[in-house]
């Protein structure tokens, strides 16, 4: 496995491993991850853990060589960031390719723990061939993005059967059946995940769209709420029914409009439903989707007004 992480050029120190603001993230790691992923480490002066994983990730990192570099974020210093990535505890680190989230973990772990990860980043951004895995995950989410569900399910099975581990095959199988209405199915599958990959970002995302599947099956008629809404702008239920609506008749963006303006109205609406739901939006999408960027970059600027 370690052999992969000895086959790039080298590069300045500098260019592998940087600090990471606000303001630079989408540049320095969503854009950056186009090219060759890159692994957030959110940390904190404060936590002990972060002292030790910290430094095992910077020395793995700058032996890949330039196949993956490394972005830290102080939570204390940008909690927006923090918050839209839904980091509920330090350290956390997320790996980043093509602008989206391809794996992860939380809390301190082994070195050899370390190297893995690294490793498994290094060969999903094609660092090294990989048997082929990565090139039949492509052509899957072709596959399905064409409407050619029943293969693109035989192949994500057929990855499944070579790494019985792979996140991202478990989340596009799980897809798949999303596809064909067949919820039950899809959580089944997200249910037999591997423990050490069931909240992996691609099963977390599918678990977002099984829900908000389940919920555009009871979604009221979207004229109707809107004129509840019209009527009374601080009928919170009917906005909020007005969203599941929208998400369900596939008009996201108005949907997560509807959603911000509840939570501009009330945030403690229903234990803070909103949020809550535009999370679960969130979470369903690519990050990079300018729903998704647009969404929560309102958000938080609703958050810290």
């Given at each position: 496995?370690?052999?992969?992480?000895?086959?790039?050029?080298?590069?300045?120190?500098?260019?592998?491993?940087?600090?990471?603001?606000?303001?630079?993230?989408?540049?320095?790691?969503?854009?950056a991850?186009?090219?060759?992923?890159?692994?957030?480490?959110?940390?904190?002066?404060?936590?002990?853990?972060?002292?030790?994983?910290?430094?095992?990730?910077?020395?793995?990192?700058?032996?890949?060589?330039?196949?993956?570099?490394?972005?830290?974020?102080?939570?204390?210093?940008?909690?927006?960031?923090?918050?839209?990535?839904?980091?509920?505890?330090?350290?956390?680190?997320?790996?980043?390719?093509?602008?989206?989230?391809?794996?992860?973990?939380?809390?301190?772990?082994?070195?050899?723990e370390?190297?893995?990860?690294?490793?498994?980043?290094v060969?999903?951004?094609?660092?090294e061939?990989?048997?082929?895995?990565?090139?039949?995950?492509?052509?899957?989410?072709?596959?399905?993005?064409?409407?050619?569900?029943?293969?693109?399910?035989?192949?994500?099975?057929?990855?499944?059967?070579?790494?019985?581990?792979?996140?991202?095959?478990?989340?596009?199988l799980?897809?798949?059946?999303?596809?064909?209405?067949?919820?039950?199915?899809?959580?089944?599958?997200?249910?037999?995940?591997?423990?050490?990959?069931?909240?992996?970002?691609?099963?977390?995302?599918?678990r977002?769209?099984?829900?908000?599947?389940?919920?555009?099956?009871?979604?009221?008629?979207?004229?109707?709420?809107?004129?509840?809404?019209?009527?009374?702008?601080d009928?919170?239920?009917?906005?909020?029914?007005l969203?599941?609506?929208?998400?369900?008749?596939?008009?996201?963006?108005e949907?997560?409009?509807?959603?911000?303006?509840?939570f501009?109205?009330?945030?403690?609406?229903?234990?803070?439903?909103?949020?809550?739901?535009?999370?679960?939006?969130?979470?369903?999408?690519?990050?990079?989707?300018?729903?998704?960027?647009?969404?929560?970059?309102?958000?938080?600027?609703?958050?810290?007004?």
């Amino acid at each position: 496995m370690m052999d992969i992480l000895s086959g790039a050029g080298a590069a300045p120190a500098d260019d592998l491993i940087k600090d990471v603001s606000e303001a630079t993230f989408m540049q320095d790691v969503v854009e950056a991850s186009m090219n060759a992923p890159v692994i957030v480490d959110f940390w904190a002066p404060w936590c002990g853990p972060c002292k030790t994983l910290g430094p095992a990730l910077e020395a793995a990192v700058t032996k890949a060589k330039g196949a993956v570099t490394m972005a830290k974020v102080n939570v204390d210093e940008n909690q927006g960031i923090a918050g839209q990535m839904r980091v509920q505890s330090i350290p956390t680190v997320y790996a980043f390719y093509q602008g989206q989230p391809i794996d992860g973990f939380q809390g301190a772990v082994a070195p050899s723990e370390i190297d893995a990860f690294v490793a498994r980043v290094v060969e999903q951004g094609g660092g090294e061939a990989d048997g082929g895995l990565g090139d039949a995950l492509e052509a899957a989410e072709q596959m399905l993005t064409e409407g050619a569900v029943a293969d693109a399910a035989q192949t994500f099975a057929a990855i499944l059967g070579e790494d019985a581990n792979n996140a991202a095959a478990f989340g596009g199988l799980a897809r798949a059946h999303v596809a064909l209405e067949d919820l039950d199915q899809a959580e089944a599958i997200l249910n037999g995940a591997p423990a050490e990959i069931s909240d992996a970002p691609e099963i977390e995302a599918v678990r977002a769209q099984i829900e908000l599947a389940r919920q555009a099956e009871n979604a009221g008629p979207v004229a109707e709420l809107r004129s509840a809404v019209d009527a009374n702008p601080d009928d919170h239920q009917a906005r909020f029914d007005l969203a599941q609506a929208l998400f369900a008749a596939g008009e996201t963006e108005e949907a997560v409009t509807e959603l911000l303006e509840l939570f501009r109205r009330d945030r403690e609406w229903n234990d803070g439903a909103a949020k809550a739901q535009l999370f679960t939006i969130f979470d369903a999408l690519k990050p990079n989707d300018p729903v998704v960027l647009n969404g929560r970059r309102k958000l938080s600027s609703l958050i810290f007004a």
